[in-house]
């Protein structure tokens, strides 16, 4: 049985770093491509960044990119999330999300497949002075 | 970038009745690659729909995803309580992905 569980999620200043872990179980992360997607308090939900199941792809949106880092270590098969510069607008519960299939490589290329069929339960980030 | 753009964003229907939601994309979404997700309060969300119209696993009959291009429909027959929550489609393209505003369906 898939299961996410993010922590890492708190109260910080602006221009500070925090780092979010999503422990995995149920599956390998080698195996599938992971997500970030975000939800700011009362907003709908934004992708934050991907990276897939070999490692090789990573991907931001605008809005993080430069700032947040995605990562993954498959010997405890967690995924990770820095943070730094955070801003306001940074505040949201941050999920972390599983690909709905295996991911695969063909002809020299890797590829993902871009939608979450588990998710965790979320953790809270909270960007203020 | 992609925009998807759902209505209505309130939906009134009672209990046993059916509900038609609508997702618009700026663009046309290749190969159907649109998600359909439900959340409800306190929540993550959960997959509901993939492929436009594929149900994820464990999901009621009473769901279905319809259309191509950019016009999507996510239809829900007879209500039940259980269903009444916020509703959001996802398109995975390209990048980046981006999600509709969302539409609850709310209680008349």
């Known amino acids: 049985q898939v299961h996410l569980v993010e922590s890492g999620g708190g109260v910080v200043q602006p221009g500070r770093s925090l780092r979010l872990s999503c422990a995995a179980s149920?599956?390998?992360?080698?195996?599938?491509?992971m997500y970030w997607v975000r939800q700011a308090p009362g907003k709908g939900l934004e992708w934050v960044a991907v990276i897939s199941f070999d490692g090789s792809i990573k991907y931001y949106a605008d809005s993080v990119k430069g700032r947040f880092t995605i990562s993954r270590d498959t010997s405890k098969n967690t995924l990770y999330m820095q943070m730094d510069s955070l801003r306001a607008e940074d505040t949201a519960v941050y999920y972390c999300?599983?690909?709905?299939?295996?991911?695969?490589?063909?002809?020299?290329?890797?590829?993902?497949?871009?939608?979450?069929?588990?998710w965790g339960q979320g953790t809270l980030v909270t960007v203020s002075s | 970038e992609i925009v998807m753009t759902q209505s209505p964003v309130t939906l009134s229907v009672s209990p046993g009745e059916r509900a038609t939601l609508s997702c618009r994309a700026s663009q046309s979404v290749r190969n159907s690659w649109l998600a359909w997700y439900q959340q409800k309060p306190g929540q993550a969300p959960r997959l509901l729909i993939y492929?436009?119209?594929t149900r994820a696993a464990g999901v009621p009959a009473r769901f279905s995803g319809s259309g191509s291009g950019t016009e999507f429909t996510l239809t829900i027959t007879s209500l039940q309580s259980e269903d009444f929550a916020f509703y959001y489609c996802?398109?995975?393209?390209?990048?980046?992905?981006?999600f509709g505003g969302g539409t609850k369906v709310e209680i008349k």
């Open positions: 999300a599983k690909d709905g299939l295996e991911g695969y490589c063909s002809s020299g290329n890797c590829y993902t497949h871009n939608w979450f069929d588990s």
């Open positions: 492929g436009a119209s």
């Open positions: 996802q398109h995975y393209t390209d990048w980046p992905l981006t």
């Open positions: 149920g599956f390998t992360v080698s195996n599938y491509a």
